[in-house]
C-alpha cells in the first residue's frame, strides 16, 4: 500500500507526544497547530515514527510519516504506506508499553554502567578541532583535582588523520597507548569520536573506493555531500562490507590502543537523497541514519545523537547540539526534549553538555556563569551528565563547587539510575519519565520544567534565569525534600531555590 492517510479526531483533553526529540518544546501536540515530515528531516536529532496519546491510542509505522495537528484533528500521510493506529491503552504509560512491546522490543542488554553512575567529560569545547595528547591528559587530572569523579572521557573531532583514517594524528599524539594507560589508571574509561565519512583526497579513500563501499549518487559515481566539516564520500552502511570495514578500524583502535567505546557522530539523513545508488536498493535516507546506527550496536560504550528508530537498543541518545542561552534551543530544551526521547523509546539517554554544546554561541565574553551552575544542577539527575568545557577554568570558586556538587550528586543517585537503565533493557520503559507518565489522572500533561526519574523521585529544576524560588506541582501522596521538608500532595508550592540548590523529592 502507498499514499496512505489517517484522519482521527482528538478526544476532549487528549495530548500527543512523539516523532522528533527536538520537537519536544511543542509537545505535548493536540493544543495547537503543529506539523512535521519525518522523511524530510529529524532537526538533528532522534526520531522514531511513533504518535502516542494520553488518552491510551497510538499511531505506528515501519515507513517515516508526515503529520499535523490541526484544530481538533489528526492527520498522517505516508508515501510508503503501513500506517497503524490503535486503541484502548488508556492512558500515556499504557500506550507507550503496549507500542514498545510491540514494535520496538527492548533488547535486554545495558550499554556501559559507567555512563550511569558517573559524569562524562566530552573535550569539544576546551580542545574544538586541536585536541592532543598532553591536553587530554591535562583536563583529566584538572578534573579530578578539583574533586570531580572520574568517569567517561571522550576525545572529540580531528583526534585522527584524515576523515576515514582513524589512526592517531601523529602530531598531536605521540603515544596514544601511554595516554590511554593513564587514563585508565587514573579511573576513566576513553571514547573515540568517528563519523561515516571519509576524505575524498586521502589514502583511504582511493583504496576503498575501488572496494564499492562508499555511497554512489543517482549518476552511479561516488557521492561527495556538504556535511558541516567540507565535503567528503560517505559509507553506504546498507553494504555489510562496509560496516565490516568501519568496524575493523574501530576494533583496531581497542586492540591496539586500549579505546573503550566510539562517539558515532553525523548520520544524519540529510546527508543522503532519496535517489542515491546503495547496496540495499531503494533505502531511505532514514534507512541510511538508521543503518549508521546499527554499526554502534557492537560496542557497550557508544554514543549517537542522530538515530531513526532503533527503539528499545542499547544505544546511547544525547540531545542535540544546545546554545549557551536560558530559552530558544537553551537550557529551557534540556527537559522536554530528554522526556521525548523517553516517549519515543530512546531510554538511554544523555542531555547535551554542560553549558551547552554549540560552540559558536560559547565564549568566555558571553558565559553565564549562572547559566552554567543551572545547567549542571539539570542534567545532574538525568539518565547521564556530560561536561565539556571545565568548570574550573570558566567559573568562581563557589560557582565551581556547585557543579562539583552537582556531579557528586548524579555519583550519589548512580546505583538507582543504572537500577533503572537495567529495568528499561529488559521492560522499555523510559528512566526520565514525563509527569504525566507516572501520574496519568493529575492534569500533568503540559508540565516542561519538572521530571520523574523512574516513578518515585520528582525532579524540579530551575530553568529561568535569576529564579530564587519556582513553583513545583506535587502530584498526590507525601514527597520529602532534599531540604528535609515534607510536602503533602496534591498540591501546588512555591519554594526556595537559591543557586546552590536543586529541589528533588522522594516519595514516600
Known amino acids: 500500500m502507498t499514499n496512505q492517510k489517517l484522519e482521527l479526531e482528538l478526544l476532549p483533553d487528549e495530548h500527543w507526544w512523539g516523532g522528533r526529540a527536538a520537537d519536544g518544546r511543542s509537545m505535548p501536540y493536540g493544543m495547537s497547530l503543529f506539523e512535521a515530515d519525518l522523511a524530510v528531516s529529524f532537526n538533528g536529532n532522534q526520531a522514531c515514527p511513533l504518535l502516542i496519546s494520553s488518552k491510551g491510542r497510538y499511531v505506528w509505522s515501519d515507513e517515516p510519516f508526515a503529520f499535523q495537528f490541526d484544530r481538533n484533528r489528526l492527520l498522517v500521510s505516508s508515501d510508503a504506506g503501513g500506517l497503524v493506529a490503535g486503541e484502548g491503552n488508556e492512558n500515556l504509560r499504557g500506550a507507550y508499553s503496549y507500542v514498545s512491546r510491540t514494535f520496538f522490543p527492548p533488547a535486554a542488554t545495558v550499554p556501559e554502567e559507567l555512563l550511569f553512575t558517573a559524569p562524562q567529560y566530552n573535550l569539544w569545547i576546551e580542545l574544538l578541532y586541536e585536541p592532543a595528547q598532553d591536553k587530554v591528559l591535562q583536563y583529566a587530572k584538572d578534573a579530578l583535582a578539583q574533586g570531580m569523579p572520574p568517569g567517561v ?29 593513564e587514563l585508565h589508571a587514573m579511573g576513566f574509561k576513553v571514547m573515540l569520536w568517528v563519523c561515516p565519512f571519509v576524505s575524498p583526497d586521502s589514502l583511504t579513500f582511493r583504496q576503498i573506493e575501488k572496494r564499492g563501499i562508499l555511497l554512489k549518487d543517482s549518476g552511479g559515481k561516488t557521492a561527495l555531500r556538504r556535511w558541516w566539516n567540507g565535503f567528503s564520500a560517505v559509507l553506504d552502511c546498507t553494504n555489510p562490507a562496509a560496516v565490516a570495514w568501519m568496524r575493523e578500524q574501530m576494533d583496531a583502535l581497542q586492540r591496539e590502543y586500549g579505546i573503550d567505546g566510539f562517539k558515532l557522530d553525523a548520520g544524519d539523513p540529510e546527508f543522503y537523497e532519496p535517489d542515491d545508488l546503495s547496496y540495499v536498493p531503494g533505502t531511505t535516507r532514514n534507512g541510511h541514519c538508521e543503518a549508521w546506527a546499527k554499526v554502534g550496536l557492537k560496542y557497550r560504550l557508544n554514543e549517537y545523537r542522530a538515530c531513526w528508530k532503533l527503539a528499545g537498543q542499547p544505544l546511547v541518545q544525547r540531545l542535540m547540539d544546545k546554545n549557551h542561552e536560558w530559552t530558544g534551543n537553551g537550557l529551557d530544551a534540556l527537559i522536554p526534549d530528554g522526556l521525548a526521547q523517553g516517549l519515543l523509546g530512546y531510554a538511554f539517554t544523555c542531555p547535551d553538555m554542560i553549558g551547552g554544546g554549540q560552540y559558536s554561541s560559547f565564549s568566555e565574553e558571553r558565559l553565564d556563569q549562572e547559566l552554567f551552575v543551572r545547567y549542571a544542577q539539570c542534567s545532574a539527575l538525568f539518565p547521564m551528565m556530560q561536561f565539556s568545557a571545565a568548570p574550573w577554568r570558566l567559573l568562581s570558586e563557589q560557582n565551581q563547587r556547585y557543579c562539583v556538587e552537582a556531579a557528586q550528586l548524579h555519583v550519589r543517585f548512580g546505583d538507582e539510575i543504572l537500577g533503572l537503565a537495567r529495568h528499561a533493557a529488559v521492560n522499555g520503559e523510559p528512566i526520565l519519565r514525563h509527569m504525566a507518565y507516572v501520574f496519568p489522572e493529575e ?66
Open 153 to 181: 572521557i571522550m576525545i572529540d573531532d580531528n583526534w585522527h588523520e584524515p576523515y576515514g583514517t582513524w589512526t592517531f594524528h601523529s602530531g598531536r599524539f605521540p603515544d596514544p597507548k601511554g595516554m590511554v594507560q
Open 443 to 508: 492534569g500533568m500533561e503540559s508540565v516542561q520544567d519538572q521530571f520523574m526519574l523512574g516513578d518515585s523521585l520528582l525532579v524540579a529544576p530551575v530553568i529561568a534565569k535569576g529564579a530564587r524560588a519556582r513553583d513545583v506541582l506535587f502530584p498526590a501522596g507525601n514527597w520529602l525534600g532534599d531540604d528535609g521538608s515534607m510536602v503533602h500532595g496534591p498540591a501546588k508550592l512555591q519554594i526556595d531555590v537559591p543557586l546552590g540548590r536543586l529541589p528533588w523529592y522522594r516519595k514516600q
